[in-house]
């Protein structure tokens, strides 16, 4: 018996050596100490073993068993070693040689500077909110001092889905859903940023589409003053503490007062130039006073509560930043002109 398994040991220890691959190496493990394997079988018959040689035999069988074991193991991780030093000799990989370049985007011109905006009014206090893009035909013109046949619903022909559902003109919907939604009683102080759409032919100072960014303010003792404090602010931190503002009277249905809100212009200091038009000044914004009739119908008391609110265009304030002269460039998507504001 003890002889048997030398015999096994030396015969299995031969071809681990000769082995070539791995598979081979298997299908020793397999053919020596798999369960049909002889080591086994001398394992089993040891029953008919004198009871004197059971120990040592067994205990010699266990050793042989270890040593093929570790043989094939040992084997094993050579012929491994060997075939990836091989593979790493074929592949050879220059690390020195220079990437290729991978196209990073950033965001769109348009999308900075509605952000910066929005940013900036939160400084101030004031809550995002958002609506939606088709509309009825109520919060678009009706909540907004708007009713039907009023001449300044021509002003701003529409996109009209059915009689009752349009696209919407404007962001103030937005607005007057919110005031609607605080049942007249707490006070609101938002902006909504957000498309728009408008039935204008599309050229360098018009597009179908376009962006607006509105606020509206409504408490108790809101004043004009109020209006022109957050405005000076945001005129400041948008365009500079040098630039100066002025308020001119205008005309809003929404609105009452009204005004158009200019800033000096950067080119001539506001001696007046091209740019300017020889007038010194820069059309930024329109606002005004809440129209007590939109503050009624949205359910706020008129008497006790007053509001004011603004409205202006993304565009608008981008090409004035950033000297582009048509507003097509924001939706023609020239890879070419917006790569030029990924870090603006
Ligand atoms: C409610 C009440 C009042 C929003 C206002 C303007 C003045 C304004 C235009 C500027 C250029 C839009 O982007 S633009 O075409 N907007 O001049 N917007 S006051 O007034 C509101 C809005 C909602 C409930």
Redesign the pocket.
Known sequence: MKERLQELEHEALLKVEQAETVDELKNIRVEYLGKKGPITEVLRGMGKLPKEERPVIGQLANEVRERIADAIEEKQSRLEDEALEEQLKNEDIDVTLPGRPVQVGGPHLLTSIIEEIEDLFIGMGFEIKEGPEVETDYYNFEA?NLPKGHPARDMQDTFYITEELLMRT?T?PV??RT?NAKNGKEPVKMICPGKVYRRDNDDATHSHQFT?I?G?LVDENVRMSDLKGVLQEFAAKMFGRERRIRLRPSF?P??EP?VEMDISCKVCGGEGCSVCKGTGWIEI????M?HPN?LEMAGYDSEKYSGF?????PERIAMLKHGIDDIRHFYTNDVRFLKQYHNA
């Open positions: 907004l404007h103030s607005q007057a005031m607006q509105e509206l809003f929404f609105t009204s914004l329109g606002a005004g809440v939109v609110a603004f409205g202006m265009g």
